[in-house]
Nanobody, 130 residues
Framework: QVHLQESGGGAVQAGGSLKLSCVASRHDDREQCMAWFRQAPGKEREAVAMIHRNNNIDYADSVEGRFTISKDNAKNTLYLQMNALGPEDTGMYYC????????????????????????WGRGTQVTVSS
């Protein structure tokens, strides 16, 4: 079992920045992917950014160029730097870990669907006002 704990959420005005962190309780050799998902009220949980253990990274189109995912393996910590935030970025942000990935022509990639992820944090709220 791996426990994930997010932090760093808050309330900011449009155009502002936040940096989220997610600390894992332990290193898991089975880990293939770490990801950030978000869920707005009344909407489904969506993948925002994903990083494979070989450092292949993917972003949702809506955050490409504004968000940056990274991880510090020595600290078992995943980050999400969010810049140029807008009201559409409001939601609960979750950290997730998967023990599976899939092969693309460019190498292993992470799934974008939530049910492929085995471990989840409880989330951290991000609220962006216009």
């Amino acid at each position: 079992q791996v426990h994930l704990q997010e932090s760093g959420g808050g309330a900011v005005q449009a155009g502002g920045s936040l940096k989220l962190s997610c600390v894992a309780s332990r290193h898991d050799d089975r880990e293939q992917c770490m990801a950030w998902f978000r869920q707005a009220p009344g909407k489904e949980r969506e993948a925002v950014a994903m990083i494979h253990r070989n450092n292949n990274i993917d972003y949702a189109d809506s955050v490409e160029g504004r968000f940056t995912i990274s991880k510090d393996n020595a600290k078992n910590t995943l980050y999400l730097q969010m810049n140029a935030l807008g009201p559409e970025d409001t939601g609960m942000y979750y950290c997730a870990q998967a023990t599976r990935s899939w092969w693309s022509p460019t190498g292993p990639r992470c799934y974008v669907v939530a049910n492929k992820y085995a471990y989840w944090g409880r989330g951290t709220q991000v609220t962006v006002s216009s």
